[in-house]
């Protein structure tokens, strides 16, 4: 009975003792000087800072907003060639943020403007220009991905920090049927716009 409650005086010692040294820190350093003159004691500390790596990309409005870009061509004006610029909005704003070196930018149709009724317009007629070159806009084509954009960091060696504006207009080169191509995530109307960080 006596050597048990001595067993059991051992262990709650040991649990004592594992419980205080878990409360200090781990690789603690401490320093201990005496005599009679100046002293100084020195204990050092490591400080390390984890940045993830991130990429921040929006395109017209901020949120889960998606924005139609329209363009509402005048009678007098269809297949002229006339430029036809937004008519719902003006520009469009866009910001890129990165930390991880080059950007790569592309743009995905899933095919030709269509307005139901087996009529087209393609993608090729939609002109695209950037208010800065360092943030161009991929070029779109019909039912796939555009060649990529390249933006490079513009802070430092590897921080991409842009933002810029785009402007999107109609080149109405053709004569084509009366009616709406494209819209709301129909008739091949949305496109989806991709920033890749390698």
Do not use: C
């Amino acid at each position: 009975m006596k050597l048990s409650r001595n067993y059991r005086s051992a262990g709650a010692v040991s649990l004592v003792a594992l419980a205080l040294a878990a409360a200090l820190p781990a690789h603690a350093e401490s320093d201990f000087q005496t005599g009679a003159g100046a002293l100084n004691a020195n204990a050092r500390l490591d400080f390390r800072v984890v940045i993830p790596k991130f990429i921040r990309f929006q395109v017209g409005s901020a949120g889960a907003t998606v924005d139609l870009v329209e363009f509402s061509v005048p009678a007098a004006n269809v297949g002229d060639g006339s430029d036809i610029a937004r008519t719902n909005g003006g520009t469009v704003p866009v910001l890129l943020q990165s930390n991880n070196g080059n950007v790569s930018l592309t743009g995905t149709t899933l095919g030709q403007l269509n307005n139901g009724a087996g009529e087209n317009i393609s993608f090729a007629e939609i002109l695209s220009t950037s208010s800065d070159p360092n943030l161009n806009v991929p070029t779109l084509v019909d039912g796939g991905t555009s060649a990529a954009v390249t933006v490079t960091p513009n802070v430092g060696a590897r921080v991409v920090n842009r933002t810029a504006n785009w402007s999107f207009a109609y080149s109405n080169t053709n004569f084509v049927g009366a009616g709406s191509y494209g819209g709301v995530n129909v008739n091949n109307g949305r496109v989806t716009y991709t920033a890749a960080l390698p």
